[in-house]
């Protein structure tokens, strides 16, 4: 998944993102728990959010 397909997923604007990605801003803690989730079960994730399975970019 790219950077933009990620923010679209979970609603965030793309340099949002790209700040955490580089260090520049720190992750909140909440957005910690769902990357976690995501890493864990991607595809549950986005069946629950209703964006069906997970396709490569």
Known sequence: MTQAQFARTINAPLAT?????????????????????????????????GLGELRAP
Not at 27 to 35: G, I
């Open 17 to 49: 993102v790209k700040n955490w990605e580089q260090g520049r801003t720190t992750v909140p803690p909440y957005v910690n728990t769902l990357l976690l989730v995501m890493d864990r079960e991607p595809e549950a994730v986005l069946r629950a959010l």
